[in-house]
């Protein structure tokens, strides 16, 4: 399967500032999407990264809080805005292959502390 | 929003002892996953079950897909300890965008 790299795997911030994760696969694949997972909690999708077009966001999430770049079939980046303490949590990457028989694989996760 | 159920929520067992949990939906899925996920690390795909009754095997992990594809089983042979972990399942609908709905995890702990 493809290998999916997120930087940075973690880091601290400041609330009311803003973090950019980066998503990188070593392999075109056909969809990325971002997911969170607030601390003992499982996966929710934030938004499915749309190639070169606005991604297309889940139920509770908005652009504004959540903006996300796809400009190639490699990369994706999120960024969480204006970040509050309610937004600590491991923010996941996943990709996809062609074809409905291609399951989602993560990278590691990028685990966010907002003081 | 859709919910997917996942049992028991947590287990401790003994090495060498067969772990069994299941994962139940109220709507039907056309594909169900099964991940494990270690601290500090993401979801690492185990199992994918694409057809109702489907029954699939990975090493000591076997999988089934319900027949009314609204649950899925994950069984475990004779745990060692490096099964300790969090268990998830997860469904996905045909042309619902490719989106996966994640179970509510089981966390196994393993006795030496």
């Known amino acids: 399967s493809a290998v999916i790299s997120q930087k940075p795997s973690r880091d601290i911030c400041q609330r009311g500032t803003s973090l950019t994760i980066q998503c990188q696969v070593d392999s075109q694949v056909t969809m990325m999407f971002w997911y969170r997972q607030q601390p003992g909690q499982s996966l929710t999708l934030i938004a499915t990264a749309n190639q070169g077009s606005e991604a297309t966001y889940e139920s509770g999430f908005v652009i504004d809080k959540f903006p996300i770049s796809r400009p190639n079939l490699t990369f994706s980046t999120l960024t969480v805005s204006n970040m509050s303490p309610e937004d600590s949590s491991i923010y996941l990457c996943?990709?996809?292959?062609?074809?409905?028989?291609?399951?989602?694989?993560f990278g590691d996760g990028t685990r966010l502390s907002i003081l | 929003g859709q919910q997917l159920n996942q049992s028991p929520q947590s287990m401790f067992i003994q090495e060498g002892e067969d772990v069994s949990m299941n994962c139940t939906s109220s709507s039907i899925f056309n594909t169900w996953l099964w991940y494990k996920q270690d601290p500090g690390e993401g979801p690492v795909l185990l199992i994918a079950l694409y057809k109702a009754g489907e029954l699939t095997s990975n090493g000591r992990l076997t999988a089934q897909f319900g027949i009314t594809r609204k649950d899925s089983f994950l069984n475990i042979s004779a745990s060692i300890p490096s099964d300790v972990g969090i268990y998830f399942c997860?469904?996905?609908?045909?042309?619902?965008?490719?989106?996966?709905?994640f179970g509510t995890g089981t966390q196994l702990k393993v006795e030496l």
């Open positions: 996943s990709v996809k292959g062609q074809g409905s028989n291609q399951p989602q694989h």
């Open positions: 997860a469904g996905a609908i045909t042309g619902g965008g490719n989106k996966l709905t």
